[in-house]
């Protein structure tokens, strides 16, 4: 006894396999000469042509050449990036006689930190700090705004033996008392007086030291 004895199966082939018997194997493609196994079987025997097909008719044909007459001059330009108004020359693409106006391209790239400026009151009431004076503190913001907070420049320039940690620690602790100096003005002008009343209650001396 057998499984087809057990679930009551006739012990005939299963016409399925008769039809896989009866199919001719199909010929093995032969790989051609000069392709490699890999390459053959990754592009499943479908090689790309070796060299594009191109219209001889095409490379005939002369190119269209527009109405537009382009020439270089060497003219001069300012930028607006520069405050002395430097009048500098270069090579400029001119279509049909008639320059290009307008600002010199590269200006726009010429981006500057905004350094906060505080008065004598601001001064004495949120910036003051024992290990610093007042002409230490305007000086370092002075540097800041030159040297747009490269600090390895600034403590390079700075009179006085200061680190470059220490240059940072005073410049962004003072520019966030500043900052909590002017949000808070601004948060009691225009916000609601509860509002105001609990923000201004709260311990912000806290926040300068996270």
């Not at 199919?23 to 392709?35: A, F, I, L, Y």
């Not at 030159?146 to 700075?158: E, P, W």
């Not at 240059?167 to 966030?176: A, D, E, I, N, V």
Request: contains cysteine; hydrophobic residues 35%.
């Amino acid at each position: 006894m057998d499984a087809k004895d057990i679930l009551g199966l006739p012990k005939t082939a299963f016409p399925g396999n008769q039809e896989r018997k009866s199919r001719t194997p199909k010929e093995p493609q032969r790989k051609p000469d000069g392709v490699s196994r890999e390459v053959y079987a990754l592009t499943g025997g479908v090689l790309p042509p070796l060299m594009p097909n191109l219209d001889p008719l095409h490379l005939k044909k002369r190119p269209i050449v527009g109405k537009e007459k382009i020439t270089w001059q060497w003219l001069p330009f300012t930028s607006t990036a520069r405050t002395d108004n430097l009048q500098l020359y270069h090579w400029v693409r001119v279509v049909n006689g008639v320059p290009p106006t307008g600002d010199y391209a590269f200006a726009k790239c010429n981006k500057s930190v905004d350094v906060l400026k505080y008065t004598d009151e601001e001064y004495e009431k949120h910036l003051t700090d024992n290990a610093w004076s007042k002409e230490e503190t305007d000086k370092l913001f002075e540097l800041c705004e030159r040297f747009d907070l490269r600090f390895i420049v600034i403590a390079d320039r700075f009179p006085n033996d200061r680190t470059v940690e220490e240059l940072k620690s005073r410049y962004y602790s003072g520019t966030f008392a500043l900052y909590l100096h002017y949000a808070l003005n601004h948060l009691q002008k225009y916000a609601h007086p509860r509002i105001a009343a609990i923000m201004v209650s709260l311990n912000i001396s806290r926040m300068s030291g996270i």
